[in-house]
C-alpha cells in the first residue's frame, strides 16, 4: 500500500514539472516572436501555428513519463515480486489518490480566488 500511495504524488509532481517545461517552452517562443520588429508594429501577426505546435509537441512529449509510471508500474509489481501485490498498490493509489484529488481542489480554489 505505501508504494501505491505514492503513485499519486509522484504523477503529480511528474505533471506539474511537465507543465512547467511546457510553459518555458512557450515562453522562449512568444519571446522569440516579440523580437521580430514587425510584429510589434503590427505589420505582421504574429506565428499563432507555431506556438499551437509547441503546445502540442510539448504536451505529448513531457506526459510519457507520467504515462509510463501509472501503466507500469503495476505490471512491473505484479511480475518481479507477486500478482498479489498490486491487491495492496492499487487501494493504496486510490486512497491516496482521493486525499490529493481533495486537496488540490482546494487549493486550487484558494489560488483561483486569491
Known sequence: MFVGAMLPYAFSAL???SVGDAASEMVEEVRRQFKDPRIKNGEIDPDYKKCI???TNASIRE???P?????????FFGVVIH???VA???PGALLSGIQL???MANTGGAWDNA
Do not use: Y
Request: proline share 7%; net charge positive; hydrophobic share 55%.
Open 15 to 17: 505533471t506539474m514539472k
Open 67 to 75: 504515462g509510463c509510471l501509472v501503466i507500469f508500474t503495476p505490471i
Open 88 to 90: 495492496g498498490l492499487l
Open 53 to 55: 505546435e509547441v503546445s
Open 83 to 85: 500478482p498479489k501485490i
Open 63 to 65: 506526459m510519457i513519463a
Open 101 to 103: 484529488a481533495i486537496s
